[in-house]
């Protein structure tokens, strides 16, 4: 079981907006530990998607961005497309297992 | 461009062990951290552990300290990550990712990743 919790699923229509959640505590997210989301295609390997809470490396699209607060970060997917149906993770430092920890992950499906 | 090949991939008795390769190209070798992350069938990511680009010091989850050496051979950019002690629990696609930013250090910023290696432990 992570430390860092994500919805099991999320979907929206084709244009909407979702968020994703990644829900932390004082040992992580919430000892000011940088968050970064990753996005798995099926049968793919993991693609980084925000660095550093909320930045974006060269070539993924402004509909993804990130936040982050207190405990907690979020992921947003802007002007959903069926190209983005994907599993998505958080990814941070724990202090307390002196590693970093995944999220449990999160299936977005556009309807 | 960046790229890491991992080994193909492997079938393995329970108890036995298993040494996957990371060779690296496109880039310094000794300037950028490289991690080992698993996967299991239908299962979530997983960290497992991480090797300094710089010297070469290793870090690695509690769940698998004791059972998982990571080496490297500098001179053919090439990282080994060997897991001992196998059970059926281990079957998984393991990849190796390197940091997006040099200076050899960790930041979880995982931005190239190598096209996994299939593990299945099967008696």
């Known amino acids: 079981q992570s430390v860092l919790t994500q919805p099991p699923s999320v979907s929206g229509a084709p244009g909407q907006r979702v968020t994703i959640s990644c829900t932390g505590s004082?040992?992580?997210?919430?000892?000011?530990?940088?968050v970064h989301w990753y996005q798995q295609l099926p049968g793919t390997a993991p693609k980084l998607l925000i660095y550093?809470?909320?930045n974006r490396p060269s070539g993924v699209p402004d509909r993804f961005s990130g936040s982050k607060s207190g405990t907690s970060a979020s992921l947003a997917i802007t002007g959903l497309q069926p190209e983005v149906e994907a599993d998505y993770y958080c990814?941070?430092?724990?202090?307390?297992?002196?590693?970093?920890?995944f999220g449990t992950g999160t299936k977005v499906t556009v309807l | 461009q960046v790229q890491l090949v991992q080994s193909g991939a492997e079938v393995k008795k329970p108890g036995a062990s298993v040494k996957i390769s990371c060779k690296a190209s496109?880039?310094?070798?000794?300037?950028?951290?490289l991690h080992w992350v698993r996967q299991a069938p239908g299962q979530g990511l997983e960290w497992m552990g991480w090797?300094?680009?710089?010297?070469?010091?290793?870090k690695f989850s509690q769940k698998f300290q004791g059972r998982v050496t990571v080496t490297r051979d500098t001179s053919a950019s090439t990282v080994y990550m060997e897991l001992s002690g196998l059970r059926s629990d281990d079957t998984a696609m393991y990849y190796c990712?390197?940091?997006?930013?040099?200076?050899?250090?960790?930041?979880?910023?995982?931005?190239?990743w190598g096209q996994g290696t299939l593990v299945i432990v099967s008696s």
């Open positions: 990712a390197r940091e997006l930013s040099g200076g050899g250090g960790s930041w979880g910023r995982l931005g190239s």
């Open positions: 496109g880039y310094t070798f000794t300037s950028y951290a």
């Open positions: 090797m300094n680009g710089g010297n070469g010091n290793t």
């Open positions: 004082s040992s992580n997210i919430g000892a000011g530990y940088d």
């Open positions: 550093g809470n909320t």
């Open positions: 990814l941070s430092y724990d202090s307390s297992l002196s590693g970093y920890v």
